[in-house]
Nanobody, 124 residues
């Protein structure tokens, strides 16, 4: 069983900063992709940023230059540093881990895992 535990959400004024953290736990051999998605009220869940184990990062256009994703592969942890926050960044932020390789009796298999979500509210 693999779990993702997020922390760091909260209320911040526009222009402020927050740092989200997400730690994966369980019997994990490796994690290829870790990232952050968000879902605002009445909107679909969207990718915010992702990072591969090899260091490739990808960002939504709306957050480029303001958000930075980083990860500690040894700790199976991913971070999202958010700066210059805007009211439109208000959403529930979900951590995602994809291509999580876990052991099985016969070898290994791959999973995709989601965190429970953490609320980020940016006031104007």
């Amino acid at each position: 069983q693999v779990q993702l535990v997020e922390s760091g959400g909260g209320l911040v004024q526009a222009g402020g900063s927050l740092r989200l953290s997400c730690a994966a736990s369980g019997s994990i051999l490796s994690i290829n992709v870790m990232g952050w998605y968000r879902q605002a009220p009445g909107k679909q869940r969207e990718l915010v940023a992702s990072s591969t184990s090899g260091g490739y990062t990808n960002y939504a256009d709306s957050v480029k230059g303001r958000f930075t994703i980083s990860r500690d592969n040894a700790k199976n942890t991913v971070y999202l540093q958010m700066t210059s926050l805007k009211p439109e960044d208000t959403a529930v932020y979900y951590c995602n881990a994809n291509l999580v390789r876990v052991p099985t009796i016969s070898g290994y298999r791959y999973l995709e895992v989601w965190g429970q979500g953490t609320l980020v509210t940016v006031s104007s």
